[in-house]
């Protein structure tokens, strides 16, 4: 069982409540980690030219976290997703890989809502 896996009990259920849309500049990005016993969830929000997109942490190619530090998952300019571990990058759009050794692979999506400008997991 993956960290990204559906089965995974660390998993946060529909309905969580992650962040206000206030919270999240645009652009901007925000990490989020859910334990339960010895298994962890990783995900993150991103939010570009007014789009809200979810995403499980972990990059495509290696596994790995993509942040080298909190909450910063997108490149300087804010148009693109970061992967800190090899410089690959991602479209915030729909999280598929643009250069770097896993292009053409894409990020696990990570079902997020915006609800009365709250984000919650869907």
């Known amino acids: 069982m993956t960290r990204d896996s559906p089965d995974n009990p660390a ?9 206000a849309l206030a919270d999240l500049p645009d652009p901007g990005s925000k990490g989020f980690r859910f ?10 929000v991103v939010r570009v030219a ?11 190619h290696a596994g790995w976290p993509l942040a080298a530090w909190d909450d910063r998952y997108l490149t300087r300019e804010g148009d693109l997703i970061l992967c800190g571990g090899h410089a690959a990058l ?4 729909d999280g598929v890989c643009v250069a770097g050794p896993c292009a053409n692979q894409r990020l696990a999506p990570w079902p997020v809502a915006l609800i ?3 984000i919650f997991t869907a």
């Open 116 to 118: 009365d400008g709250q």
């Open 90 to 93: 991602f479209r915030p759009t």
């Open 50 to 60: 007014g789009e809200i997109r979810g995403y499980v942490d972990s990059c495509p």
């Open 35 to 44: 334990r339960e016993g010895g298994k962890l969830f990783a995900g993150f």
């Open 11 to 19: 998993r946060p259920a529909p309905g969580v409540a992650l962040c």
